[in-house]
């Protein structure tokens, strides 16, 4: 029998993840990017330090999300090493001479939250609750169904699905929680890729979403080597399977009648037939290619805008953090630094670069020490490399155009570092830098933001989507998984595997 041939279009984690579980069904995939190497925004770019090639991440740092069947199942599993520190996670407020400890264990959490926060909610409901709903979320991925509204109500019950999906999160921090910071704590997730507020509906949904990755039971860890080493060895096994890739290609027309699209590739302007495609890009992208003729009225209502940016840091010398414990993975603890001290101002922060005049207002930076993990994965490299994911910036400026915005950060990081005379390159990407070198329409590290209306069922691009989720438009042979669809962005994959899933199915039709 003919195999059916299926282009996708956008070779990052959701391409390559679709392409690996499509070609072991049988079909004949093409994989095609525009860029000259696979990894969409999980990447590494060289940085020239003191006349040597360094290698840093220039999208993503650490993984998390991804699903512990998908990690297994392409082959991942035996190609890497990773590492996800066990030290508690360390929070600083303004103002406060010691962080407060994440600890794993409840009870240790409690007392440390209730010392150093004053909180005395109820953290262990709030985290039972949540469990809850992460494996009703789970168990949609593996199955490869999206969940609605009535299959949460039917196994959550009314009060949880209210709480945890269609409520706000400022509602669910209230439900369970007393103080101020432990609810700024939980409610990061909200607004890490855009500036969502606490009091959008369905708000609430991220939070468990964001926790809901089973490669390392919630928790986020590291790659030996370099997240970007992840899609470079799934590219590798993907070649392998047979699936193939061509880089420098870009799409440039699909004629959905005929089933052919034009590529600029190395080789010219190329034209290709296909019996399914799938993009695997943003969802704009997408939506001009197969809806040139009309502007999409789902393109024109979706909201882009992101506001994350990324400071990445080398030092010469391994970091020397003054909030070092004596436990031997404190160099890769997970840091977490706000500018505020109460909800209020952080959902002020986040707001405030929607208006045209704020460039950036301080809210929070979350650090990954990349350097320091790769030190007790016995990887060495040359220098000390940490990324500081940082919150809230316009879509104004380009980072090399913000440079009080990076001394200030940069001055706020050195705080905590005993050796800052060490430091010896930065850099700074905003979301406009996003938008140019990996494409995100309004910058958005999920493609769209995570809000009402675009979460949950809602993310999705199907005129049908109660029979064909992942299904672009009306097209029946047309399909999309890039981080814009169900459940969201980062380096998971479950999109790319729920919607080889339905594509599957509808070649078996
Ligand atoms: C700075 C930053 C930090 C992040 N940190 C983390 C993190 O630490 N952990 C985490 O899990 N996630 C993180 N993320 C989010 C994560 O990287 C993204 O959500 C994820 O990589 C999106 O994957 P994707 O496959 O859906 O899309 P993409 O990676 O965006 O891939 C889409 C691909 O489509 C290609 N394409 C688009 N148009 C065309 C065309 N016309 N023709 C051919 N190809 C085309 C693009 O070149 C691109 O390669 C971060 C993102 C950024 C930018």
């Given amino acids: 029998m003919k195999k059916t041939k299926i282009l996708i279009v956008g070779a990052g984690i959701n391409g390559l993840v679709a392409a690996n579980y499509l070609q072991k069904s049988g079909a004949d995939i093409t994989l095609i990017d525009q860029s000259d190497k696979v990894g969409g925004a ?29 990690y297994k199942e392409t082959g991942l599993s035996s190609t ?3 590492f996800v520190p066990s030290h508690p996670k360390l929070v600083h ?11 794993r264990d409840a009870s240790e959490l409690d007392k440390e939250l209730s010392e150093k926060w004053g909180e005395t909610g109820d953290l262990r409901a709030f985290r039972e609750d949540e469990n809850k709903v992460i494996q009703y979320l789970q168990k949609g991925y593996k199955e490869a169904i ?59 949904f991220t939070l468990p979403v964001m926790d809901s990755g089973s490669i390392f039971d919630g928790y986020y860890g590291f790659v030996k080597g370099g997240i970007w080493k992840l899609t470079e060895k799934l590219g590798e096994i993907n070649c392998k399977l047979g699936v193939k890739i061509h880089t420098s290609s870009k799409l440039l027309e699909v004629d959905s009648e005929k089933n052919t699209v034009i590529l600029d590739s190395p080789e010219g302007t190329t034209n290709l037939g ?46 020397q953090w003054r909030d070092a414990t004596n436990l031997s993975d404190t160099d890769a603890a997970f840091r977490f630094l706000f500018s505020v001290n109460s909800i209020e101002k952080f959902e002020e922060s986040t707001l405030s670069v929607l208006g045209q005049d704020k460039d950036y207002e301080p809210g929070y930076m979350q650090i990954y020490c990349e350097g320091g993990a790769m030190r ?7 220098y000390d490399r940490i990324a ?79 029979n064909h989720f992942y299904r672009l438009l009306d097209n029946e042979n047309a399909f999309i998984c890039g981080a814009g669809t169900y459940p969201c962005g980062s380096i998971a994959g479950t999109p790319g595997y729920m919607c080889s899933q339905e594509v599957i199915k509808y070649i078996n039709s």
């Fill in 93 to 103: 407020f303004p103002g406060e001479k010691h962080p407060a400890m994440i600890f």
């Fill in 146 to 204: 999206p969940p609605n509204i009535s299959s949460a109500k039917d196994i959550l019950g009314n009060e949880l699905t209210q709480l945890w999906i269609t409520g706000t999160a400022r509602d669910l921090l209230n439900h369970y929680l007393t103080s101020d910071k432990s609810k700024m704590y939980m409610a990061m997730t909200v607004s890490e890729s855009g500036p969502v507020s606490l009091d959008e509906p369905y708000s609430a």
């Fill in 376 to 382: 007790i994965m016995n990887c060495n490299e040359p």
């Fill in 388 to 466: 500081v994911f940082m919150k809230n910036f316009s879509l104004n400026n380009k980072g090399e155009d913000l440079q009080s915005v990076k001394e200030d950060a940069l001055k706020k990081l050195f705080q905590y570092i005993k050796n800052p005379e060490d430091c010896i390159w930065t850099r700074l990407l905003t979301p406009k830098d996003l938008q140019e070198t990996f494409h995100f329409p309004g910058g958005n590290i999920d493609h769209t933001v995570l809000t009402g209306g675009q979460t949950f069922f809602d993310r999705n691009f199907s005129s049908d989507p109660e």
């Fill in 274 to 319: 296909y019996d399914v495609i799938i993009f695997a890009t943003d969802p704009k992208t997408a939506l001009n290619m197969m809806d040139s003729n009309k502007l999409s009225k789902m393109q024109t209502e979706k909201k882009y805008i992101g506001s994350s940016g990324k400071l990445n840091v080398v030092f010469k010398k391994p970091i």
């Fill in 80 to 82: 890497l090493d990773t």
């Fill in 42 to 70: 999980c990447i590494s770019e060289q940085a020239r330090i003191n006349g040597e090639d360094f290698h840093y991440a220039l999208g993503a740092s650490v993984l998390g999300l991804m699903q512990d069947f998908i």
